[in-house]
């Protein structure tokens, strides 16, 4: 019998306290990796999702609301401005502005929220088409690949929409006409896979069309007349010029958006000061995403860190307490490793069996921990919305759970030497007497 075989007898033999070692090790894994998987897949979402804005033009409020809101779409838009008030940022020859995205938010269907842009969208976000075409007209929607198996919808299908940004399932609260599919997006890992895109235009001809309907209503209501040679039909949309490219949004001036996202020709004084001047001089505010999501990252990392070091306390109490293990078991079986060693066993099988004995639970423990964080995990994603949020899953590996294995077998192999190597030296004539 090998030195590995007979550790695997003697950790059997000790059922409770390997329990109790394996449980401790597997509980401080799973926070660990937990907080690794969460914390990883944050930070990617985020970046991902940057698309390299520089600064966002939305209405007074909340800078960081208005970030969360227009590009990650966990959040409300803060309000809606005039395109009269951001005409001068839309001149494709501004010396400061390179490019520039506008979008208008605040519809969903089933729950995924439908953003009113232009045909830019694509290359601002790096998006490519798995099938059809970008929208060509009014009320064409080209769909993220979650949308399309979510909702299992194919090109040429049609859907309705609905006001806010959650799904009410409240037929009431649907527009009447319906949106087509045009295009599929091919899958980019980015929120843009939960997202349906429309011509901005078709927002307006929307909710013109809804509040048109909602005043005919309520005159018919209060109003007793003669209902013939009066069309009360409002099926269709009211006419209205398509926006389809920004180029066209500059004639618009009468309509509003919920946001405009900028990119800049450089960097210099000018570009650093330009949110602030415009903070200052006019009724739009401006937020920069880089620093937003920075004092994010300040709130919620140090909530992790609290979590990590509190994994790391408990790894460390469990290495003490396999230390504590393991002498105790060289102290119980002297008398079985002097007899092992007077039959011919080389005191090197000895020191070898004890080190395994400590890091045997060890890595059952990793084991378990490793798989209960990821399925943890998982199921956050699927039932706590963090998958469809923030696109958290437990199916994500990263090189630092592999590394925090190497730290925790370090730590292990530390707090097992000693005892190890007590055993190597036990004295068998002392061992034989004491017995």
Avoid at 39 to 58: G, M, R, V, W
Avoid at 308 to 327: E, K, Q
């Amino acid at each position: 019998m090998n030195a590995f075989f007979l550790a695997i007898k003697n950790l059997k033999f000790r059922p409770l306290r390997t329990g109790f070692n394996i449980l401790l090790i597997a509980f401080s894994i799973a926070l660990i990796l937990c907080s690794i998987l969460i914390n990883e897949q944050l930070k990617n979402h985020f970046e991902n999702n940057l698309s390299k804005t520089e600064l966002i033009l939305a209405a007074k409020g909340s800078p960081l609301q208005s970030i969360l809101c227009n590009l990650y779409h966990i959040d409300a838009p803060t309000g809606n401005i005039k395109i009269s008030s951001i005409k001068p940022f839309l001149n494709k020859n501004h010396p400061l502005i390179k490019e520039s995205l506008p979008l208008s938010l605040g519809d969903n269907a089933s729950g995924y929220r439908i953003v009113g842009t232009t045909k830019e969208f694509i290359d601002w976000y790096q998006l490519k088409l798995k099938s059809g075409e970008s929208f060509q007209k009014n009320m064409d929607a080209v769909i993220g690949n979650e949308v399309a198996k979510n909702l299992n919808l194919k090109l040429g299908s049609k859907f309705q929409s609905g006001h806010g940004l959650v799904n009410e399932n409240d037929e009431s609260h649907l527009h009447e006409n319906e949106f087509t599919v045009v295009g599929i997006l091919a899958e980019s890992n980015q929120v843009a896979d939960r997202l349906i895109f429309t011509p901005i235009s078709s927002y307006w001809l929307l909710h013109k069309h809804q509040t048109s309907t909602d005043e005919n209503k309520t005159q018919d209501e209060h109003e007793d007349h003669d209902h013939e040679g009066h069309d009360h039909n409002h099926s269709s949309l009211p006419l209205h010029p398509e926006i389809i490219y920004k180029d066209s949004l500059a004639g618009a001036t009468q309509e509003s958006i919920s946001s405009l996202l900028l990119r800049f020709k450089g960097r210099n004084i000018q570009t650093l000061n330009f949110g602030r001047n415009i903070n200052e001089n006019t009724d739009v505010m401006s937020a920069y995403p880089a620093i937003e999501m920075n004092r994010l990252y300040e709130i919620t990392g140090s909530v992790s860190d609290v979590l990590f070091y509190i994994a790391v306390l408990i790894s460390i109490i469990s290495a003490i307490s396999i230390f504590i293990s393991l002498l105790q078991s060289a102290a119980e079986r002297k008398k079985e490793i002097a007899v092992m060693r007077l039959s011919g066993v080389k005191p090197s099988f000895v020191f070898f069996n004890t080190l395994w004995e400590g890091i045997l639970p060890v890595c059952v423990g990793f084991i378990l921990g490793f798989v209960f964080a990821h399925l943890w995990v998982e199921f956050l994603g699927q039932y706590a919305g963090l998958k469809s949020k923030y696109g958290i899953t437990g199916m994500r590996f990263f090189s630092k759970e592999i590394w925090s294995f190497v730290l925790l077998m370090c730590i292990t192999f530390i707090a097992a030497i000693y005892p190890s190597y007590k055993a190597y030296k036990l004295d068998i004539h002392a061992s034989l007497k004491e017995s």
